[in-house]
Nanobody, 122 residues
């Protein structure tokens, strides 16, 4: 079992940056692909980015390509989401999640964090 705890959310002006962290527990953290998802106000949760268990492969939603970067440090059991050039439409609760396979669909993810709020003001 993997427990996930996100941190790093907050309020930022448009054009600004934030780095989200997701700390995982358990010795098997490095066996899981890790994803970030988000749910904006009045919207369904959507895929943001995924990184393979080794960190060698990444994939992004078209809406965040070139602005958000996912990375991981398996020695620290932590995955990151560097968010640059933020826009008001990036406002959402951001969740990290763990999956056995490298996928972008929610149903593939077994473990979820509690989420962290990101608010981008215009």
């Amino acid at each position: 079992q993997v427990q996930l705890v996100e941190s790093g959310g907050g309020l930022v002006q448009a054009g600004g940056s934030l780095r989200l962290s997701c700390a995982g527990s358990g010795r098997t953290f490095s066996s899981y692909a890790m994803g970030w998802f988000r749910q904006g106000p009045g919207k369904e949760r959507e895929f943001v980015a995924v990184i393979s268990s080794s960190g060698a492969s990444t994939s992004y939603a078209d809406s965040v390509k070139g602005r958000l970067t996912i990375s991981r440090d398996n020695a620290k059991n932590t995955v990151y989401l560097q968010m640059n050039s933020l826009k008001p439409e990036d406002t959402a609760v951001y969740y990290c999640a763990a999956a056995l396979l490298y996928r972008s669909n929610e149903g593939s993810y077994r473990y979820w964090g509690q989420g962290t709020q990101v608010t981008v003001s215009s």
